[in-house]
């Protein structure tokens, strides 16, 4: 089994990115998804959260991430601190997912905070999603983000260079989705799926 991990920025389209390589067989786990199940109400890692940083950021009895996020994003220390309590569950879920692949399948891990995490070296090949500030920043009002909350988003993440500099491949997705599925297809057949198969006993 090939691991790969896929990074990008936030508005980088690393989850477009996601969704092609998923179209093209591999096996995609959303870190952020999980990010979400892991401290769903009733789990261990909720009332790990809970305990740490107090009823202030429940909303009828679930996490609010809006509050979560604005407690941690301006004070790095209680980032870290929900960091340490997510991750390793993030963690344990991505590897009870990935036990009964077979050989030779491609098992792709969507983490947006790779870098900041020192998560590289537990995979095989990373790919990095580049885009320009502009084109992140423009993609993000589209979702409905308000300018404070891009930069808050945007200074709590490492930059494209240093992302990059991690990285065994970089695609560039300051085009069109047709031109970000061609890219991607072609990381799968040059890249991707001849090293899962020297892989594969």
Do not use: C
């Amino acid at each position: 089994m090939l691991r790969v991990a896929l990074t990008g920025g936030i508005g980088s389209g690393k989850s477009l990115v996601g969704e092609i390589l998923e179209e093209l067989g591999a096996l995609v786990i959303d870190s952020d998804q999980l990010a979400r199940e892991v401290i769903e109400r009733g789990s261990p890692g909720y009332e790990e959260v809970v305990a740490t940083f107090g009823d202030s950021i429940l909303s009828y009895g679930q996490i609010d991430r809006a509050k979560l996020a604005s407690v941690v994003f301006n004070e790095i220390e209680l980032r870290k601190k929900l960091e340490s309590i997510i991750h390793p569950l993030v963690r344990e879920a991505s590897e009870k997912m990935a036990r009964n692949l077979p050989s030779g399948s491609i098992l792709v891990n969507q983490i947006p905070l790779l870098v900041e995490s020192d998560g590289a070296k537990k995979f095989d090949y990373v790919v990095t999603v580049s885009a320009s500030e502009d084109v992140r920043r423009e993609r993000l009002r589209q979702r409905g983000l308000k300018d404070y909350e891009i930069a808050q988003r945007m200074s709590a993440q490492t930059s494209d260079l240093e992302r990059e500099k991690i990285a065994d491949y970089v695609i560039r997705n300051d085009g069109s989705i047709d031109q970000l599925t061609r890219a991607v297809e072609e990381l799968m057949k040059r890249e991707l799926l001849p090293r899962a198969q020297r892989q594969s006993p």
